[in-house]
């Protein structure tokens, strides 16, 4: 018994010791792990743009938007650990590329909690001020998207 626990841990241990850092196995493999990851992103500040929308139009209830802005800044967190421990290859494009998508993914964060906190303070000109900055994110995103295609 106190052998298969020990073999479990070590097992366990070798697993997460593995994937903390992902390599990737040159540039294209880079830019497609960059793109993966800002498409995820834009998917969790959409979500949260509609969240808040809604909010504002009285068309959600508060705590049904805090859940699901909630989940999607928990999902942008682990998009940003995901993404940050993928090494980058020694490439001065990739680590110009790391830089950015890491910026872009963290001010998507941020926009989110901001988002958070708004919604759990549902007045309407705190709700708008992060619809406004969800909405720059989002062109942000967007526009990241496009070039890494």
Not at 2 to 14: L, M, P
Not at 27 to 48: L, M, P
């Amino acid at each position: 018994m106190k052998s298969t626990r020990h073999a479990a841990f070590a097992v366990a241990c070798a697993l997460v010791l593995t994937a903390c850092v992902t390599p990737a196995t040159g540039t294209d493999s880079y830019r497609g792990k960059a793109s993966a990851s800002i498409e995820a992103a834009i998917s969790e500040v959409e979500t949260t743009r509609i969240a808040v929308d809604a909010l504002l139009d009285d068309r959600i209830m508060v705590p049904y938007a805090d859940v699901t802005i909630t989940a999607a800044e928990s999902a942008l967190g682990a998009i940003s650990a995901a993404f940050g421990s993928v090494q980058p290859p020694d490439d001065p494009q990739a680590d110009e590329l790391h830089e950015t998508v890491a910026a872009l993914v963290a001010a998507a964060e941020e926009a989110v909690t901001d988002a958070r906190i708004a919604s759990r303070r549902p007045q309407q000109a705190g709700l708008q001020d992060a619809l406004t900055t969800l909405d720059d994110v989002a062109r942000e995103l967007d526009a990241a998207d496009a070039r890494l295609r």
